[in-house]
């Protein structure tokens, strides 16, 4: 496939201009990334965004690895003498994988089959005198020549058996019969799960589908991915299958040409070639498939849940003390000045004695007093209720607040070579405090110094393609970080290792550089940088801010390159630029189509003239103090019909998980949502929302919480945890089906994380 065609094809599939789609396509060729073709590129891809310009990149590349498998099959067939004009013809205008193969599977090289073995028995023109299915033919009168005992065809039933094997692999490596067949599967398909014998009592979470029936084409994603990990489990049996009747229909339309003898040989065949070839095959590309589609629908979760957590309203610039609650090895205590670095450590046992408890007491007044804190961070761990409780006794001023602060995978950053690295002396339950502390201060700078997937916003995160999963997160993480800016004079390593045209070893250089010369003092310094090239200068340094610099307009999102248009509006109002970002009257004066040129659209001078306004502005919301009801610290203390502040801690497909500050997330599944009806729970809440939900139901027994964010919701269990299918899907009820479902039948909850 030609370029001019790839950027036909994409255009039309993503009803797009072919220039739009052939600028960013020429520009993500040229080594530009997503955020930087998206801010500074405006003019080029006609305004495109983002999510286009990644669409554009993920297309170019499938079509691209495409076009190498059909070179591939291309140099296959040239060496074996097999390419003919009309099949290069065909494998050229197939634009799918699955048509490229389909093209390639009477061709490709095989082993020995029972079709082979029947051809080396002379048995192909028989075969095709069978598949012809003329009138006057009489199979078995047409097979007596063919009998031969010293090539194994021992009598005419042998001769018309194999030949059948011959007809089976035509049929089943037509491509009409496959496209057709292909189409049966995916819109008439179904996944039909049952357990397996003796596997009941091992693989009790699964009893939903222990005997379930589901058309393919509407089972939602983690149904998809939980019907496949119990089978991985070797607790459940799953197959696809749609009805054989259909099946033999389509395929007796396309291949019987007659209703004779011959016509009778050939419907075995069909029989025998759906059965043993072709359903196979089909089955195995619908798993692959309704996975695909699967693993689309829960990263695309995970990505969105990631992006609400990056992108967490921070405290912003405070000294901090931190505490990593603990019963019985005690709460570790980290004070942190305004830049996050540590200042100094300690250890309470609030919960022992108490003699532990007053010396508790006095140490963090005089950790408060020593350090001017201004705030205090408590992870939402084991102990961190209790541990809130107690800091709030101390009776502290209004305006030092007291945050409960999620803790998820603070441990996997306490271990990490980077936490090693920064503090090679400090124990592992430290570096953890400091983590929990530095997140209030920037949730985003502090999270991409661990693995998203340890984060535990993610549905189903290990059983989805890790590679599609790691790209469409590293997207993620590159987008927020890009979207926020970041002052390079200050950045940790790991978070400037995603700004763009940066990478890691990149950041590494520019650490290094400022450890050794001192900061920064305007972005023209960054190219002293060994190794940061004229392409990483222009794609990052937009991104890179410099406050109080020499060029006030390197502490915002003006790009260098455009330094000179905002000089030139300067100089024609009589000012400096500093007064342009000033004064509000000065900006008001600008007129921007005097400014336009080739290079600077109209696109490019709004942008810049919000710059102006608030230079180097963060996107994210304003920080908001939470906290949690009063007295409500345990699942033990909540009453139906209580109504509670809590925070969304993940968004999966079938509803909301609600932190109450009780150490258990409560499920608000998506019927309890709103009071409207609801298909996707992202349209409605968010990762670190802050939400007032009711509780409908809690289960001691099992540890779970069901909660309703409706006004005037019923005060009783709510519809299931993960969205049925209607009852007409399964084969019999299950007596866990019989009762009626819960909030409290979802086998999956634990695993989603």
Same mark, same amino acid.
């Given at each position: 496939?030609?370029?001019?065609?790839?950027?036909?094809?994409?255009?039309?599939?993503?009803?797009?201009?072919?220039?739009?789609?052939?600028?960013?396509?020429?520009?993500?060729?040229?080594?530009?990334?997503?955020?930087?073709?998206? +801010?500074?590129?405006?003019?080029?891809?006609?305004?495109?965004?983002?999510?286009?310009?990644?669409?554009?990149?993920?297309?170019?590349?499938?079509?691209?690895?495409?076009?190498?498998?059909?070179?591939?099959?291309?140099?296959?067939?040239?060496?074996?003498?097999?390419?003919?004009?009309?099949?290069?013809?065909?494998?050229?205008?197939?634009?799918?994988?699955?048509?490229?193969?389909? *093209?390639?599977?009477?061709?490709?090289?095989?082993?020995?089959?029972?079709?082979?073995?029947?051809?080396?028995?002379?048995?192909?023109?028989?075969?095709?005198?069978?598949?012809?299915?003329?009138?006057?033919?009489?199979?078995?009168?047409?097979?007596?020549?063919?009998?031969?005992?010293?090539?194994?065809?021992?009598? *005419?039933?042998?001769?018309?058996?194999?030949?059948?094997?011959?007809?089976?692999?035509?049929?089943?490596?037509?491509?009409?019969?496959?496209?057709?067949?292909?189409?049966?599967?995916?819109?008439?398909?179904?996944?039909?799960?049952?357990?397996?014998?003796?596997?009941?009592?091992?693989?009790?979470?699964?009893?939903?589908?222990?005997?379930?029936?589901?058309?393919?084409?509407?089972?939602?994603?983690?149904?998809?991915?939980?019907?496949?990990?119990?089978?991985?489990?070797?607790?459940?049996?799953?197959?696809?299958?749609?009805?054989?009747?259909?099946?033999?229909?389509?395929?007796?339309?396309?291949?019987?040409?007659?209703?004779?003898?011959?016509?009778?040989?050939?419907?075995?065949?069909?029989?025998?070639?759906?059965?043993?070839?072709?359903?196979?095959?089909?089955?195995?590309?619908?798993?692959?498939?309704?996975?695909?589609?699967?693993?689309?629908?829960?990263?695309?979760?995970?990505?969105?849940?990631?992006?609400?957590?990056?992108?967490?309203?921070?405290?912003?610039?405070?000294?901090?003390?931190?505490?990593?609650?603990?019963?019985?090895?005690?709460?570790?205590?980290?004070?942190?000045?305004?830049?996050?670095?540590?200042?100094?450590?300690?250890?309470?046992?609030?919960?022992?004695?108490?003699?532990?408890?007053?010396?508790?007491?006095?140490?963090?007044?005089?950790?408060?007093?020593?350090?001017?804190?201004?705030?205090?961070?408590?992870?939402?761990?084991?102990?961190?209720?209790?541990?809130?409780?107690?800091?709030?006794?101390?009776?502290?001023?209004?305006?030092?607040?007291?945050?409960?602060?999620?803790?998820?995978?603070?441990?996997?950053?306490?271990?990490?070579?980077?936490?090693?690295?920064?503090?090679?002396?400090?124990?592992?339950?430290?570096?953890?405090?400091?983590?929990?502390?530095?997140?209030?201060?920037?949730?985003?700078?502090?999270?991409?110094?661990?693995?998203?997937?340890?984060?535990?916003?993610?549905?189903?995160?290990?059983?989805?393609?890790?590679?599609?999963?790691?790209?469409?997160?590293?997207?993620?993480?590159?987008?927020?970080?890009?979207?926020?800016?970041?002052?390079?004079?200050?950045?940790?390593?790991?978070?400037?290792?995603?700004?763009?045209?940066?990478?890691?070893?990149?950041?590494?250089?520019?650490?290094?550089?400022?450890?050794?010369?001192?900061?920064?003092?305007?972005?023209?310094?960054?190219?002293?940088?060994?190794?940061?090239?004229?392409?990483?200068?222009?794609?990052?340094?937009?991104?890179?801010?410099?406050?109080?610099?020499?060029?006030?307009?390197?502490?915002?999102?003006?790009?260098?390159?455009?330094?000179?248009?905002?000089?030139?509006?300067?100089?024609?109002?009589?000012?400096?630029?500093? /007064?342009?970002?000033?004064?509000?009257?000065?900006?008001?004066?600008?007129?921007?189509?005097?400014?336009?040129?080739?290079?600077?659209?109209?696109?490019?001078?709004?942008?810049?003239?919000?710059?102006?306004?608030?230079?180097?502005?963060?996107? +994210?919301?304003?920080?908001?103090?939470?906290?949690?009801?009063?007295?409500?610290?345990?699942?033990?203390?909540?009453?139906?019909?209580?109504?509670?502040?809590?925070?969304?801690?993940?968004?999966?497909?079938?509803?909301?998980?609600?932190?109450?500050?009780?150490?258990?997330?409560?499920?608000?599944?998506?019927?309890?949502?709103? /009071?409207?009806?609801?298909?996707?729970?992202?349209?409605?809440?968010? *990762?670190?929302?802050?939400?007032?939900?009711?509780?409908?139901?809690? /289960?001691?027994?099992?540890?779970?919480?069901?909660?309703?964010?409706?006004?005037?919701?019923?005060?009783?269990?709510?519809?299931?945890?993960?969205?049925?299918?209607?009852?007409?899907?399964?084969?019999?009820?299950?007596?866990?089906?019989?009762?009626?479902?819960?909030?409290?039948?979802?086998?999956?909850?634990?695993?989603?994380?």
């Amino acid at each position: 496939m030609d370029s001019e065609m790839m950027i036909r094809t994409i255009a039309g599939e993503l009803h797009l201009a072919e220039a739009q789609v052939d600028a960013a396509a020429r520009l993500l060729k040229a080594g530009g990334t997503v955020p930087f073709i998206a +801010r500074y590129r405006k003019e080029a891809t006609g305004s495109l965004d983002e999510v286009a310009i990644t669409a554009i990149r993920d297309r170019a590349d499938q079509l691209e690895a495409l076009d190498r498998r059909r070179q591939a099959i291309i140099k296959s067939l040239r060496e074996r003498d097999l390419l003919s004009g009309e099949l290069a013809e065909k494998i050229d205008s197939a634009l799918t994988l699955s048509a490229l193969e389909d *093209v390639y599977l009477p061709y490709r090289p095989k082993r020995r089959t029972k079709a082979s073995m029947a051809r080396e028995k002379g048995l192909e023109p028989l075969a095709q005198c069978l598949f012809d299915q003329a009138d006057e033919t009489v199979p078995e009168a047409a097979a007596a020549p063919y009998v031969a005992p010293e090539k194994g065809v021992e009598s *005419v039933e042998d001769a018309l058996s194999e030949s059948r094997y011959i007809m089976a692999e035509w049929i089943s490596e037509d491509q009409t019969a496959r496209e057709r067949m292909r189409a049966l599967f995916r819109d008439k398909g179904v996944f039909k799960a049952d357990v397996i014998p003796g596997k009941e009592k091992e693989g009790a979470k699964y009893q939903d589908y222990f005997e379930w029936e589901e058309p393919i084409s509407g089972a939602p994603s983690h149904r998809i991915l939980a019907l496949r990990r119990g089978e991985k489990e070797g607790v459940l049996d799953l197959r696809i299958t749609p009805s054989l009747t259909a099946a033999m229909e389509i395929l007796e339309e396309l291949f019987i040409k007659g209703d004779n003898p011959a016509s009778g040989e050939v419907r075995k065949a069909i029989q025998d070639g759906y059965k043993r070839l072709l359903s196979v095959s089909m089955e195995t590309e619908s798993r692959l498939e309704t996975k695909k589609r699967a693993d689309e629908a829960a990263i695309q979760v995970f990505a969105e849940n990631l992006r609400a957590l990056l992108l967490t309203p921070p405290m912003g610039q405070k000294r901090v003390m931190a505490i990593d609650p603990g019963i019985r090895t005690g709460c570790k205590v980290a004070c942190l000045d305004s830049q996050g670095k540590l200042l100094g450590t300690d250890t309470i046992y609030p919960f022992a004695s108490e003699r532990e408890r007053t010396v508790a007491l006095k140490t963090l007044k005089q950790l408060l007093e020593r350090y001017r804190v201004e705030a205090v961070a408590v992870g939402n761990g084991t102990a961190g209720r209790e541990t809130e409780a107690f800091i709030r006794g101390l009776g502290l001023p209004e305006n030092i607040p007291v945050v409960m602060v999620n803790e998820s995978g603070a441990s996997v950053y306490s271990a990490s070579a980077a936490a090693r690295e920064e503090f090679p002396d400090l124990d592992l339950t430290f570096r953890g405090a400091v983590s929990i502390g530095r997140r209030l201060m920037d949730p985003l700078a502090e999270l991409v110094k661990i693995d998203p997937k340890a984060i535990g916003v993610g549905q189903y995160q290990h059983d989805v393609n890790q590679n599609a999963l790691k790209r469409r997160l590293d997207d993620g993480v590159m987008s927020c970080v890009n979207a926020v800016g970041v002052d390079v004079n200050t950045v940790s390593e790991q978070l400037l290792s995603y700004v763009s045209g940066i990478g890691p070893q990149l950041a590494r250089q520019i650490v290094r550089h400022r450890n050794e010369h001192g900061p920064f003092r305007s972005r023209l310094d960054l190219k002293d940088v060994p190794r940061l090239g004229p392409r990483a200068f222009e794609q990052a340094a937009g991104f890179l801010r410099i406050n109080g610099g020499e060029n006030p307009l390197d502490a915002s999102a003006v790009h260098p390159e455009s330094y000179g248009i905002v000089e030139v509006m300067a100089r024609d109002l009589g000012c400096r630029v500093a /007064d342009l970002l000033a004064d509000d009257a000065l900006r008001k004066q600008i007129d921007l189509t005097r400014y336009v040129t080739d290079g600077a659209g109209l696109p490019t001078l709004i942008d810049i003239l919000h710059e102006l306004e608030r230079p180097g502005r963060d996107p +994210r919301e304003s920080f908001d103090v939470f906290s949690f009801a009063e007295g409500v610290t345990a699942m033990a203390d909540l009453e139906i019909g209580m109504k509670l502040p809590g925070v969304v801690t993940n968004v999966t497909a079938f509803g909301a998980f609600v932190d109450v500050g009780v150490h258990q997330d409560g499920l608000v599944h998506i019927s309890q949502l709103t /009071d409207r009806f609801v298909k996707d729970p992202n349209d409605v809440v968010r *990762v670190q929302q802050k939400v007032t939900v009711t509780v409908l139901d809690v /289960d001691l027994e099992r540890n779970r919480i069901s909660l309703s964010m409706k006004e005037n919701p019923e005060a009783k269990p709510a519809h299931g945890s993960r969205e049925k299918p209607p009852s007409r899907h399964r084969k019999k009820p299950t007596q866990s089906q019989r009762k009626g479902p819960t909030a409290f039948n979802n086998p999956f909850q634990k695993a989603l994380r």
